[in-house]
């Protein structure tokens, strides 16, 4: 693994080889001081090499440092000869230490230490590595020379055995996606928050196949991104999504002083002194922009991010992004968290403005978002957007015609079998603005019923049906349609039959049809 950014310092590598110890702030990814420690699920030895800090060319040009973490460094035999003569000149300062020891019977004072080498934290004492280790790692790495240039900081994972492989393996199979059709990869998701990395490269010598994904940005409120994966054989596809960021300590006086005392208690609670409640804390959310053919899903539920994806799902096909704080897997959210809760509150509220602009939108497929974006799934943020008082209680659903917003409880959602007489009888419904005017808009109801569906709108149907009722002398839409079609013949009455759909409107719909073409 490799980056481009800022070189590992000295001080850097006091932190790596301590627990819970960041100098990152809270608008940092890996502000918590634990992550790199994850990378012992696969190997025993991390290697890290990173360029000068004080120059601006790659590791390979201008070596910095290089250690390994060893999860067993006293096996080193300098390592242990070092610490040992370090322990014997302690007691050789220190003779009233010695001599009570002495008093106890422990004549050799580092004998007596000399088993707690096997029990410490491997990490604590890092070894040296230099720049012959890296030539050496570099004919194993087999790093093509165009990358070669960029990199200023590598890190080696000597995989364990062959489960680590394994391991590994699936690992890249979550960053590059394409596990299930239209789920993005992790390095995917990475890319739309975090700023600082706008490329990603994955190499699989292993299995002989190689990723890229790279961003590009369209400033804007909301900005557009759009994240191009090169696949395997130069298969290229390209994924836009609305990006909308907001600082969740601004805003109402009263709302910023119970959010900073809530950081503060997070901060106090882990500890984490370089990250400040003064800091601003962004939170942002990320929604695929629609296709330009049809009205269908946005996606797959979208994922809650920590600056790098989760595994938890939000509910809705958007991703949020904010410092969450993980569960100890760091594949999760615990929203019982009150630091999580008041970001997954201002998730919440961002949504609600996303959807306000696109509201606004002179283009439908935009309007449509609005309904789209709302695809309720199980999550956090689905709940937070349906319960009473949400996001969702409010004019969310685009209505037929596609020019206005109903609120759900103000919808009609016909059922399968009304849809499919709609084609029958719309022309005559035109005409009846109250009959259409329940209805969402014709793209929605064609292409994203299953979106419809899960936003739990109240059924059309009701006895006797809307479109089967007369007004006194009045026909009912089936016979109004039936009239206006009785020339078209048999092409047009084909599909009018009872054989399927809604059986029992059908052919009540039908009886009706038959007496007024008659």
Avoid at 115 to 140: I, N, Q, T, W, Y
Avoid at 301 to 322: I, K, M, S, V
Avoid at 402 to 420: I, K, N, W, Y
Avoid at 447 to 461: E, Q
Wanted: hydrophobic fraction near 40%; include cysteine; glycine fraction near 12%.
């Amino acid at each position: 693994m490799s980056n481009g950014g800022q070189a590992v310092t000295a001080r850097n590598l006091e932190r790596l080889s301590s627990l819970a110890d960041s100098d990152k702030t809270g608008v940092l990814v890996g502000n918590k001081g634990v992550g790199f420690k994850a990378v012992y699920q696969v190997t025993d030895a991390p290697e890290i090499y990173s360029a000068s800090a004080e120059r601006a060319g790659s590791v390979f040009t201008d070596f910095g440092v290089g250690i390994a973490l060893e999860q067993h460094p006293f096996e080193q035999q300098v390592l242990r000869a070092a610490v040992e003569d370090d322990v014997a000149a302690f007691f050789r300062d220190n003779a009233g230490l010695a001599q009570a020891l002495a008093g106890r019977g422990i004549e050799n004072p580092v004998g007596a230490v000399r088993f707690k080498f096997e029990r410490v934290a491997g990490f604590k004492f890092p070894l040296a590595r230099d720049a012959h280790d890296l030539s050496a790692r570099l004919d194993e790495l087999r790093i093509p020379d165009g990358e070669r240039e960029s990199i200023r900081t590598l890190v080696v994972l000597p995989l364990r055995d062959q489960r680590a492989s394994d391991d590994v393996s699936r690992a890249i199979d979550r960053l590059v996606g394409g596990a299930k059709a239209g789920e993005p990869g992790q390095a995917e998701l990475a890319l739309l928050f975090l700023a600082g990395v706008s490329k990603i490269v994955v190499i699989d010598h292993a299995r002989g196949a190689q990723w890229s994904f790279s961003r590009a940005i369209h400033a804007g409120t909301p900005s557009e991104t759009t994240i191009t994966v090169t696949a395997p054989a130069g298969i290229e596809r390209s994924n836009r999504f609305w990006l909308l960021q907001r600082d969740g300590l601004a805003g109402a006086a009263p709302t910023v002083e119970r959010r900073r005392q809530i950081v503060g208690a997070a901060l106090r609670e882990f500890g984490l002194e370089a990250w400040s409640d003064d800091d601003p804390l962004p939170v942002s959310i990320a929604l695929p922009m629609p296709g330009s053919e049809g009205a269908g899903a946005l996606g797959p539920p979208g994922r809650f991010c920590l600056g790098l994806p989760t595994q938890q799902a939000t509910g809705l096909p958007l991703h949020a992004d904010a410092r969450f704080f993980a569960t100890i897997s760091r594949t999760g959210l615990d929203f019982a968290l009150p630091c999580n809760a008041m970001l997954l509150d201002v998730a919440g509220e961002l949504l609600g403005e996303l959807l306000g602009i696109l509201r606004g939108s002179p283009r439908i497929e935009e309007r449509r978002a609005v309904t789209l974006a709302l695809h309720r799934t199980e999550g956090g943020l689905a709940d937070r957007a349906f319960a009473p008082g949400g996001v969702a209680d409010g004019d969310v659903v685009l209505a037929w015609g596609g020019q206005s917003f109903l609120a759900r409880v103000d919808c009609r959602m016909p059922s399968e079998g009304e849809r499919s007489l709609l084609g029958f009888v719309r022309d005559v419904l035109t005409g009846q603005e109250l009959e259409l005017g329940v209805l969402p808009e014709e793209g929605l109801l064609a292409d994203a019923a299953d979106v419809l569906d899960s936003l739990g709108l109240p059924a059309l149907t009701t006895s006797p049906h809307p479109w089967l009722q007369r007004e006194g002398e009045k026909a009912s839409v089936v016979e109004s349609a039936a009239r206006s079609h009785r020339a078209d013949g048999p092409g047009y009455w084909e599909g009018f039959t009872p054989d399927h759909g809604a059986r029992c409107l059908r052919t009540e719909a039908t009886a009706q049809a038959q007496v007024a073409v008659s």
